[in-house]
């Protein structure tokens, strides 16, 4: 499913082809703002926004007063932003698609039993997905869902990339909070086969543990990104707390 590109997500891609297509050379100086936008024929607010997009991605910094430069060593990795998988993809990449993989019923493992807290053998519906970037697949995400949960989903619901709030909405339950763990580890199957990389490759693995509003422990997602295409990025915020 393609998200909907909006003017500096366009304005951001024309850009960032030129960046990464050598047009323009490490450290070099961007146009200023006002001659982007006469070139796009755009307002500052999409030229700013476009330039923020590709600064996220580490692509450019901005140095107040003086304009916005290439960095050292341009080399894209998409951020995303720890509980807005789905918000992160449609700022930097609406070009990503999604698709199932695997989808079968099976009884919980030892692991997944202890972090979903219920019995090992308990029913499960396991769903390997793949994202792909044109072509190319970037990240895959493995779910295990309690049958409780699960029982109302069909494939539609969790292929999409804004699939949370689908699956909340099928089953008629309200998340309530994730837990989630990122580590790097060495790639192996299916991952090296799915990712295309050798086996041994650092990747990110990000296993996430869904609660819903009452408490219960629903689901397990376990994703895992390419190091080089992506980022993750967790936000803490301060505001209310004592010293």
Known sequence: ????????????????RR?????????????????????????????RRALQILEEE????????????????PARKIPILSSEFDASLARHAPEVTRRVDLWEWRPADEETA?????????????????DSMGSSPVAMDEMSILRAYADKLSKEELAGLDSMERWQKAQGIEIGHSVQAVEAVAAEEPVVGV????????????????????????????SYYRHDQFRLIGTVRYAGRTK
């Open 1 to 16: 499913m393609n998200r909907k590109t909006t003017a500096y997500n366009m304005v951001a891609e024309i850009l960032r």
């Open 19 to 47: 960046i990464l297509g050598n047009e323009l050379q490490p450290g070099q100086q961007l146009p200023s703002e006002q001659d982007l936008c006469k070139e796009f024929r755009t307002s500052r607010i999409t030229i």
């Open 114 to 130: 202890a972090l979903l807290h219920t019995f090992v053998g308990d029913r499960v519906l396991f769903v390997r997905r793949i």
């Open 58 to 73: 580490l692509l450019v910094r901005r140095r107040q007063g003086s304009g916005t430069f290439l960095t050292a060593k």
């Open 195 to 222: 990712l295309g990389v050798n086996p041994g490759t650092p990747v990110l693995k990000e296993t996430e543990t869904v609660y819903l509003a009452d408490g219960a422990a629903a689901a397990i997602f376990v």
